[in-house]
């Protein structure tokens, strides 16, 4: 039984580091719901429902499948169901976060719907790589869980971790592929984290210093990046578990590194729970051994991993022209050309399905191996054709998910394509709206390269001026403002207006609404903003326009004679300037429905309203990023009173 219980732990570790992403996900989603989709809010959820359409429940759930559908019949409209399904999301994830018996499928079920609900009406500011992986994490979890509690290991947990571990691999590959693949010359040179640090949505103040580091440092960064993202996944599926852990070290040193420089939400929190795929019990609680063959055996899988990752760091020296100074710094080039690289991944795609064809029949030996030790000396038919039943269930069931993945893979390189079989495109289409497998890629062409992008929205009540700026919440505006760390919070507005410093208006259509609900005062839309520095709080401005700077940090040497973090130049016209009034603002709100020509849907449901108005009155008067951390905190004292709690019974 010793074989079977290798796991447990470490898939235990892994579902209540999911049910914590879970939390700050629904949580940091929760307080925005007004200002973002609220009736007053920028995207109106209720522009994506029509609660009043006379389709039936099931027409309207197989054309968005959604619990808010069931608006109505709590008595409530699409906005405060948004509210009942964020609260609900929260509270069964802090479940899951506190007790080990709320980590059970049926509860990963509910997170998954409850999230994909929420998505559903997301629109922009739910368009982000982090929200379809929780998705992708949170539909694998429903098959890691065990069905009930209380559970032991199961032969099963070797597979569906597995399938955690091909999905680590794809995401880190990719994004690996996607910066090299795209023929951008920043990365090409190895200067993207000459810019990045700068360039990035919202960095923290850490990333100011790590701007300033020596050229060659980041040169060389950039390289470790390159080699931990192409290199080190493939050591995901090596036999050797030394070996393995040292890649989940790896990982976790990277991302680590990310949330210290850089505002990613809940994003690589979740890459590092995935990391979780890579380790085993004995990880956990190390047993120490007297038999010499086996110290024989950890000596040789020690120099195994040595010589692993020593030809790791050969070919990064070789492929990357790493050469040592007379100054006592490294120099770094990539060796190669495009060509060769785009040659090598040719092979490098096909080469890694194989690899994870491979390790996946392997895997299943092992569990068909480990099921029949499971069934071994019992005589009870029941437990043996259950046990069958259920290998065969989760053999299935990773199988088709590992089979279907294949297709958003093998888009990493165009001649992989057409070697995907017809029928597996034809079953990936039907479930792509489910986001169950999702291709991924971060950082695909660096940014920034002649200063960050911003746009600056101003107010005026005269059409001469004087101009007075809107502060964000955490976006670089005043230049004297210090940067902050808002992770694992996602600040969607504040996103959002990273990605339009990057196009036009035109481009990002949801600014106008933006626009309107300055004009208009809309108290909802401005707690998404800094409300302590908003020039117009008596009242609303009647022109606003928006213009668009580039944003540098101040150098080094400035330190000592300045306090600002950042120096701007104004570069031109963002957008125009608009009234309330404005006949062309006017008629394409009205066409996109977020100005009502008609009432919306009435709330009926007034003690329901009322508590939620309650909660949602309570949770305005604190900072986002502080309600996430105090949740969190206020979990980990409950899991240490508990546990505390039951030592003393014990004694």
Known sequence: MVQILQLRYTRNLFLRGICIIYLFAFLSFYVQIPGLYGDNGILPARTQLDLKGRATLGNKLKQKPT??????YLGLNVEYMMDVLAIFGTVISFAGFISQKFCIAPIFVGLWSLYYSLYQVGQTFMYFQWDVLLLEVGFLCIIVAPFWYPYRGRPSDILTLWGVRWLLFRLMFASGVVKLISGCPIWWKLDALNIHFESQCIPTPLAWYAHHLPTWFLRLSTVGTNVVELAVPFLFFFPNRKVRIMAFYLQVFLQICIIATGNYNFFNFLTICLCISLLDDQFFYKRKSKNDKSRIKNYLSILLTVL??????????IYYDLRLTDNWTIESNIAFTQEQF???????????????????????????????????????????ITTIIITLFYMNAIGWIFAISLVPYSTLHQSNNSTVLDDLKHIHA???????????????????????????????????GPWKEYEFLYKPGNVNNSLPFVAPHQPRLDWQMWFAA??????????????????????????????????????????????????????????????????????????????????????????MKILQEKPGFKVTN???????????????KVEPSLILWGVFTAGCTVIVTGYSSSVSKKK
């Open 308 to 317: 692993v990752y020593g030809g790791v760091i050969y070919g990064t020296y």
């Open 342 to 384: 785009d040659y090598v991944l040719s092979r490098a795609v096909p080469l890694s399905i194989n690899i994870g064809i491979i390790s996946f029949g392997l895997t299943l030996v092992d569990l068909i191996v480990m099921s029949v030790y499971h069934t071994k000396g019992t005589r009870d038919m029941l437990t043996i």
């Open 430 to 464: 039907k479930v792509d709206h489910l986001h169950i497998v999702n291709s991924y890629g971060l950082f695909r062409r660096m940014t920034g390269v002649d200063g960050r992008p911003e746009v600056v929205i101003e107010g005026s009540d005269s059409i001469e």
């Open 606 to 620: 007034e003690p329901l309203k009322l508590i939620l108005d309650y909660l949602r009155a309570l949770i305005c």
């Open 67 to 72: 619990f808010l559908w069931f608006a109505p």
């Open 502 to 591: 990057l196009g036009t208006y035109h481009q990002n259509p949801w600014l106008m609404s933006l626009a309107y609900r300055l004009l208009s005062g809309q108290p909802e839309v401005l707690t998404l903003m800094n409300t302590v520095e908003n020039p117009f709080r008596d009242k609303p401005p009647k022109y606003v326009k928006a213009s668009l700077y580039y944003y540098h940090y101040t150098p080094w040497s400035q330190t000592l004679n300045t306090r600002a973090w950042w120096t701007r130049e104004r570069i031109g016209e963002y957008f125009p300037i608009f009234s309330q009034s404005h006949p062309p603002l006017i008629e394409y709100l009205t066409k």
